[in-house]
């Protein structure tokens, strides 16, 4: 299973700054009173709130102000020229087909905009599956990583063990999990510019290894090399 920001591609680069800035207008105006909007410190303090309680911004606001989540994902995704802002290593075509097992994209992003990613990135033909943020409910809730639950459902689903199934992700939240029930994990690092996904924490400048993670490589395309400690 496979991440798709900052894992195959560098969304670090231009993408995650507008969908912050998309994200901070559209949280300022539901926080605010309906004439002014909410002012940057309280935004910045919800998100980081929500993030640290629920694992996403968007399942606190939709469980402490009732906002759509369709609405929600759609404005703050909604990039013009999103192909002008991909950068991308060359060679993943190649990797994912010199990687065994089937290819599944597991993505905390919306339908809309991982598809048009995976379109210009040329590998939508390499994954038997892709599974958007939208496809993560549990019991009628919205369950997206680091949800254990949905993991759990999905491996179900897809009629595999945890042991036989490895996470590629560049967030240790969503790695910690995955190795909680029992899957192999691979923290890919050359993206990262913040230590958490809502940028509030500094990077360190030498990052260690958890425990909970078997192989940190710097990009994808070594994920060959690692593949005796991964299976």
């Given at each position: 299973m496979f991440d798709l920001d900052n894992t195959l591609h560098n969304a670090s680069h231009a993408i995650f700054p507008t969908i912050t800035a998309n994200m901070n207008v559209y949280i300022a105006r539901v926080l605010g009173d309906g004439v002014t909007p909410a002012s940057a410190d309280v935004v910045n303090a919800a998100r980081l709130e929500y993030w640290k309680r629920y694992g996403a911004t968007l399942l606190g606001m939709i469980k402490h102000h009732q906002v759509s989540a369709a609405d929600f994902l759609h404005e703050t995704h909604n990039i013009e020229q999103l192909e002008e802002m991909i950068r991308y290593e060359r060679g993943l075509a190649r990797l994912l087909r010199r990687l065994p097992g089937r290819k599944i994209l597991l993505t905390n992003a919306p339908t809309r905009y991982s598809t048009e990613v995976m379109r210009h990135l040329g590998l939508r033909r390499h994954f038997s599956h892709h599974i958007a943020i939208e496809n993560m409910h549990v019991h009628g809730q919205l369950r997206p990583?680091?949800?254990?639950?949905?993991?759990?459902?999905?491996?179900?689903?897809?009629?595999?063990?945890?042991?036989?199934?490895?996470?590629?992700?560049?967030?240790?939240?969503n790695l910690r999990t995955a190795k909680q029930v029992g899957m192999r994990t691979a923290w890919v690092t050359q993206y990262l510019r913040m230590a958490n996904p809502i940028g509030v924490a500094p990077l360190p400048k030498k990052l260690k290894r958890p425990a909970y993670v078997d192989v940190k490589v710097k990009s994808v395309l070594q994920l060959p090399r690692c593949m005796n400690r991964l299976r």
């Open positions: 990583k680091p949800s254990k639950l949905m993991l759990r459902r999905l491996l179900r689903k897809h009629g595999v063990s945890a042991q036989r199934c490895i996470l590629v992700e560049d967030t240790l939240a």
